[in-house]
């Protein structure tokens, strides 16, 4: 594992049982919401995970936080597999992955002030910092997401959406983390407030030095933020690559119509969209089509795509990893001049 290199999953899965009877209980399948999944984060980077509700991306982000315990493959944060610690050493490093949440007012718990929310960290990681210091602590951190310290006692429906997701990114940054894994931080913000937020996870990654995996529905919101960009489809990356790749040089279908639902805002480009509609519905994860798991949606599949599933790596008409047996690049948006 490289240097550069803060965050590696290989093979990374985790299938929820579903069983059967009350009493004595059988399993009869499994709901695989992630499914092998490989991803590479580097020092100061930020990794963007994109695809519709349901694609696995909230599964992933719990799973690198160790909310949830995968059902195999590994975790590697900084060399260390995280699957493998257990008691006191596992407590240590999950001090270097933090999580922001989706919704910055039921992740926050309405019974405690700001400060306690936090300096909770601290009672929980003490020898982080001493008992005599926390208050100040907590204090630096309300001042570094741009709120005012002295609002320390109130509460969180004291403070408007925005606020409150600053909050939460502050509780995260208590233990100063090298990575955090951000699930859709600003899908329920207004979009003027989305870009606040966003702009100061950028202006946090640069002092700070920190690496992001940014989790979001939003396309544009993950094009502005992201280095590189992973899309998933039913527990599966199915492309990869850097974010000009992904977004002007998209090679699986899949992608290409994720973009080609994207609104453009200049005028001139409008009626120039490449519009890709899909159709059917997306397949159940307990029950997984044969092969390419987009075939049953796909304009592009073969038999070929029913018999053999596709891996996640370069082809032939691609400059990035894509998981389609026929990958190539299609222009979704056509500029004129």
């Known amino acids: 594992m490289s240097d550069d290199i803060v965050l590696q999953t290989k093979g ?8 059967r009877g009350i009493v004595f209980q059988s399993k009869v399948g499994a709901v695989q919401a992630v499914d092998g999944v490989d991803l590479e984060l580097k020092r100061g980077e ?9 694609c696995g991306k909230s ?9 949830e315990t995968p059902t195999s493959g590994s975790i590697n944060v ?6 493998k610690l257990r008691g006191s050493e596992l407590r240590r490093a999950r001090r270097n992955i933090q999580m922001v949440l989706q919704d910055p007012y039921t992740s926050l ?8 929310i936090i300096g909770e960290p601290f009672e929980i990681h003490t020898d982080v910092a001493p008992k005599s210091d926390r208050k100040r602590r907590v204090r630096d951190l309300l001042d570094l997401v741009g709120l005012n310290p002295d609002h320390i006692n109130r509460y969180p429906h004291q403070f408007s959406g925005g606020q409150r997701q600053r909050i939460g990114i502050a509780r995260a940054l208590a233990l100063r983390p090298e990575i955090i894994v951000c699930d859709e931080p600003v899908s329920a913000l207004d979009v003027s407030i989305q870009a606040q ?8 990654q640069d002092e700070l030095g920190l690496s992001y995996i940014f989790i979001a529905h939003d396309l544009s919101v993950v094009r502005h933020i992201a280095d590189r960009v992973s899309v998933m489809y039913l527990g599966r990356v199915v492309e990869t690559g850097r974010d ?10 899949y992608t290409q119509a994720l973009l080609s639902a994207v609104p453009v805002p200049d005028p001139t480009l409008r009626g120039h969209r490449d519009q890709i509609v899909l159709e059917g519905d997306v397949p159940s994860p307990a029950n997984p089509p044969s092969g390419c798991r987009f075939r049953t949606r796909c304009w592009k599949a073969q038999q070929k795509c029913a018999d053999e599933d596709p ?3 370069l082809r032939p008409k691609s400059a990035h990893p894509s998981a389609c047996h026929f990958a190539e690049v299609r222009d979704v948006v056509h500029a004129v001049d």
């Open 59 to 67: 599964t992933l982000a719990r799973l690198l936080v160790g909310l």
């Open 46 to 54: 930020t990794l963007g995970i994109v695809g519709e509700s349901g």
């Open 244 to 253: 000009l790749e992904i977004y002007e040089q998209p090679t699986h279908p």
């Open 12 to 19: 990374l899965k985790k299938h929820f049982p579903i069983t």
């Open 78 to 83: 900084r060399g260390q597999d995280m699957t």
């Open 311 to 313: 891996m996640l790596t």
């Open 197 to 204: 937020v966003i702009n100061l996870l950028e202006q946090l």
């Open 109 to 116: 718990n309405p019974r405690m002030t700001v400060g306690d």
